[in-house]
């Protein structure tokens, strides 16, 4: 079955400690995205690439960083400079990204604990 | 981006029809109504989207008012596994795919 493949499901960070969260899907989808989830409230966008080689940062970039050298694949590091890194992570992709009647596929994300 | 406003929650009992109420007012002419749910510890799953018309599928119908200043999602029979958070986005144009979740609507279905 086609869909997005988050690993891992559970993931503790120590002081000072970068991380790195897998995303990847085999959707041949070009756009992929990073959302961020605090518990009790929305979704908010990290990085999202249209393309491979190519990335932007989305609402709350700093702290983090990703790559995208495969179609199938978008890692999310979270460095040690993202102070408050706890949270729900979710990567999520699209067809081209450039359609307003385009559907976002999620993970069932990455829950991101600090030790 | 348009601005959203959904009731923080709503209650259903199994096997009845529910509404799930969104007001959009500053949504562009351009812009897509998307809806979106997510189960707990889950990702959001897509719903259903609309334009102008009323739109169904096998999950749930939009509607959408004349001046698409506001939309509901009709879940004909609420079940248990329709109990989530649901969320309504005005989706841009040019936002290349980039949706802005806010909190929601928590609906809780009983048996």
């Known amino acids: 079955d086609g869909g997005i493949t988050q690993s891992p499901k559970y993931l503790f960070r120590k002081e000072g400690q970068n991380v790195t969260l897998s995303c990847e899907q085999n959707l041949n989808h070009d756009a992929m995205y990073w959302y961020r989830q605090d518990p009790g409230q929305g979704l908010r966008l990290i990085y999202y690439?249209?393309?491979?080689?190519?990335?932007q940062k989305g609402d709350i970039a700093e702290g983090y960083s990703v790559s995208r050298e495969k179609k199938e694949s978008f890692p999310l590091t979270v460095t040690s400079a993202q102070k408050n890194p706890t949270a729900f992570y979710l990567c999520?992709?699209?067809?081209?990204?450039?359609?307003?009647?385009?559907?976002?596929?999620f993970g069932s994300g990455t829950q991101l604990s600090v030790l | 981006d348009a601005k959203t406003t959904q009731p923080n929650s709503m209650e259903s009992n199994e096997e009845e029809p529910v509404h799930l109420p969104c007001n959009h007012s500053?949504?562009?002419?351009?812009?897509?109504i998307h809806w979106y749910r997510q189960l707990p510890s889950q990702g959001p799953e897509y719903v259903i989207h609309g334009l102008t018309s009323n739109v169904n599928n096998r999950m749930a119908s939009l509607a959408i008012a004349e001046d698409r200043k506001s939309s509901t999602l009709i879940l004909h029979r609420a079940t248990l596994r329709d109990a989530a958070v649901y969320y309504c986005?005005?989706?841009?144009?040019?936002?290349?795919?980039?949706?802005?979740f806010g909190q929601g609507t928590i609906l809780t279905v009983h048996p």
């Open positions: 986005i005005p989706h841009p144009g040019a936002s290349y795919g980039k949706l802005t």
């Open positions: 999520a992709s699209s067809h081209k990204g450039r359609r307003p009647n385009e559907k976002l596929f």
């Open positions: 500053t949504i562009s002419g351009t812009d897509y």
């Open positions: 690439s249209q393309i491979v080689n190519d990335f």
